[in-house]
């Protein structure tokens, strides 16, 4: 995600503490927040296929899904 979306995204919660926002600025603000979270998601979901658990016999084993 950019940066200046996650600026955005920060602006926007800082203005929520001091006024409510226009229904506009709530729409913007959601979006903006669900698709962080979503490209949160994505990158931990890439990090965990890409990881190893090695046991006290020194044998690498790839982190299963749960179904």
């Known amino acids: 995600m950019e940066q200046h979306k996650i600026d955005r995204i920060n602006f926007l919660a800082r203005e929520k503490k001091v006024r409510e926002l226009t229904k506009e600025e709530r729409d913007e603000h959601e979006s903006l927040r669900r698709e962080y979270i979503d490209s949160v ?4 979901s890439v990090a965990l296929d890409n990881t190893y658990i090695v046991d006290h016999k020194g044998n690498k084993r790839k982190i299963q899904k749960k179904k």
């Open 41 to 44: 998601k994505a990158s931990l």
